[in-house]
């Protein structure tokens, strides 16, 4: 997939046009069967952070409905992180026993033991041993029936995998220039991590698509955020199937400032976890202006980022929204907030307020969600008109739409 760069809306229209998308994508199981091959079975995709699983034998395991499996994340005795599905080479039982979406783990020994008949697997992945192997009619080559490895790779302390037998490119590759772009971010510091997740009954686009502009929060979140009335969204890019683009707010919002903002005040004047604009990378606020919220890109095809180095939110560094389909009308969504460790009860607090403030804006986002599902199911509507905020919309779909057609 082409990964080269356009800067401004002028040159994003030019590569992807400016027509209406279509409806149905949002809808039909049809194009929903189709993605779960073309685009979640050959891109790569985030399924942790490193910090996760710090210690080698570590273990995370990640379910993966769409592809009707579930990733072992493991760090091996070398430290290194790879990537297996879970199912045992022997009779097909799940190696591990999953107990939700993400279920964590440490391998005694550095082995992982499939509890149906006992087989043992080295941590790296190659079987170490298996019970009463000598009734086997035929020789057992350990090296053949170890766990079945996924294509793994690390961008900045994310971790991605592949689950096609050859990608088609490397997660660097891949990537390309919003991989640059977003590098050199202290991800690796904000390892005090806040997650909320739910089951919404709509199509994973219609999840990714309501956090994906800007144009929304005037409406939506003018209870709880009027002062973003003003909001200005900006510096709007692509690069190839992945986009970015930043919120500013100017001062001048309407509306009173809600008397718990006194809770942030305490991260925002904190050296560690205040506004350290000279953390983001040289190419996001490049003119480190102050009333930056935060740089937010898409990672096709279905991670949103939003870079804030403590703006915006209070404390924030950044947070993340990962849309997991778990059918053609019902989608995984995860929600995580990213700060530094706090490091007295007063940090603790003001965290805890952060959280409930971005909490109750999401719920507002979710609102809409199944309403928009359940709406464009009755086929009144066959295509969407999007404005130039919504421009991220449109690259994702574009791109969507291209590699159902290869
Ligand atoms: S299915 Fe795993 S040991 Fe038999
Ligand atoms: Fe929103």
Known sequence: MQQEAAIGLEAIYQRIGTGPVSAEALTSPEIYEQERTQVFGRMWLKVGRVEEIPAAGDYKIKRLDVANTAAILSRGKD??????????????????????????????????????????????????????????????????????????????????????????????DYLGGIGRHFAGFPYGEATYARRYSTVLDCNWKIALYAFSEGYHVETIHAATFPKLAVLVHTEFKTFGPHSSSAIYVPPGGAGPTPATAKFGEV???????????????????????????????????????????????????????????????????????????????????????????????????????????????????????????????????FHIDACLAR
């Open 79 to 172: 430290g290194v992180v790879r990537a297996f599905h879970n199912i045992c080479p022997h009779r097909g039982n799940k190696i591990l026993p999953e107990t939700g979406n993400e279920t964590f783990g440490r391998a005694r020994g550095h082995s992982l033991t499939c509890r149906f008949h006992g087989w043992v697997f080295d941590s790296s992945g190659p079987l170490r041993m298996l019970p009463r192997e000598d009734r086997f009619p035929e020789k057992m080559d350990h090296n053949c029936f170890g766990m079945r490895a996924i294509h793994c790779d690390i961008w900045e302390g994310f971790i991605f995998i592949n689950l096609a037998d050859t990608p088609e490119q490397s997660l660097a």
């Open 267 to 397: 991260l925002f004047r904190s050296e560690t976890h205040g506004r350290r604009l000279q953390d983001l990378p040289p190419t996001v606020n490049t003119e480190r202006r102050n009333d930056f919220q935060f740089e937010f890109p898409v990672f096709f095809p279905n991670l949103v980022l939003h870079a804030c180095a403590g703006s915006g939110y209070p404390g924030m560094v950044y947070f993340s929204h990962q849309f997991w389909p778990l059918g053609p009308d019902k989608t995984l969504w995860e929600g995580t907030n990213f700060y530094r460790q706090p490091t007295t009860p007063s940090e603790l607090v003001a965290i805890n307020h952060t959280d409930a403030l971005h909490r109750n804006a999401w719920l507002e986002d979710t609102s809409t969600m199944e309403d928009t599902d359940a709406a464009l199911r009755s086929g009144v509507l066959d295509q969407l008109y999007l404005m130039d905020d919504e421009v991220m919309i449109r690259n994702t779909q």
